[in-house]
């Protein structure tokens, strides 16, 4: 399979280096859409061979939709990749070798890793997401944590993607946070939440009260964190301080 990479940034001098790199291996085309960087992201990508193309920020949705649409890239499948994340050695082989057999894209698993690269295998644990598509079959959902819509049948690649969820500290994850919990707010008050948010946003949408706790039940015991010892606790009591925050900005 020939696949382009499309990597979406905004002031990833600290990742993007290594996010590149990691897909060297698989494409010749890989595409740097960059958010305005302030620090050196885009001298970093370009040294190592990247297309650059900038555009303001816009929300998720807008922006994601707004480069699949006005990109040009080399070829009909692309993968994409966020900053933070690495594509492991056995995800490269597993696409570079993938035939399509009539699928329009594939979901892809995340190997999570905290904020000193322990894995949480239950406590972030997720289900697939698209990232790997053919560019005119799929469109993006929501200002935050887009949810992705293809036209055609979805498959489930086998390796994962190693994505480093704190590699600019727990200061960084917390002002992100704020402002997703902002956003989030809005859209709850808004009635802009849908059936293909996480069961647990569904269900708790409209309760105003007790956020904290029902996510961290949901954590450490329906989703099993606790088996992931100390950091799993610690990862969940941060989670569920952010839906503390979205219960704050909707009152």
């Not at 002031?11 to 859409?33: H, M």
């Not at 699949?68 to 050695?89: G, M, P």
């Not at 409209?206 to 989703?223: A, D, E, S, T």
Request: proline fraction near 2%.
């Amino acid at each position: 399979m020939k696949v382009s990479v499309l990597i979406l940034t905004l002031n990833e001098e600290l990742n993007i280096a290594e996010c590149i790199r990691s897909v060297q291996g698989l494409t010749d085309d890989i595409i740097v859409f960059d958010s305005i960087s302030s620090d050196n992201t885009v001298k970093i990508a370009s040294d190592l061979g990247a297309r650059i193309v900038e555009r303001e920020f816009s929300g998720w949705a807008a922006h994601q939709n707004w480069a699949l649409n006005n990109i040009r890239f080399k070829y009909d499948w692309v993968l994409y990749v966020d900053a933070d994340e690495r594509v492991s050695t056995d995800l490269l082989y597993e696409i570079s070798n993938l035939e399509p057999d009539g699928f329009k894209a594939f979901k892809v698993f995340r190997d999570n890793r905290f904020i000193s690269g322990e894995s949480l295998k239950f406590s972030m644990k997720c289900p697939g997401i698209v990232r790997l598509f053919t560019v005119n079959n799929i469109f993006y959902q929501r200002d935050i944590n887009p949810v992705a819509f293809v036209d055609g049948k979805v498959g489930k690649l086998k390796s994962k993607l190693i994505h480093y969820n704190f590699s600019k500290g727990v200061d960084e994850w917390l002002f992100k946070h704020i402002d997703y919990a902002k956003r989030e707010a809005l859209e709850f008050r808004n009635g802009q939440f849908n059936q293909n948010l996480p069961i647990l946003k569904r269900r708790t949408a409209n309760i105003v009260r007790f956020r904290f706790v029902l996510r961290m039940i949901y954590q450490l015991v329906f989703k099993l964190g606790i088996l992931d010892g100390y950091a799993g606790f610690r990862y969940s009591v941060l989670i569920s301080f952010y839906e503390q925050l979205i219960e704050e900005y909707m009152r």
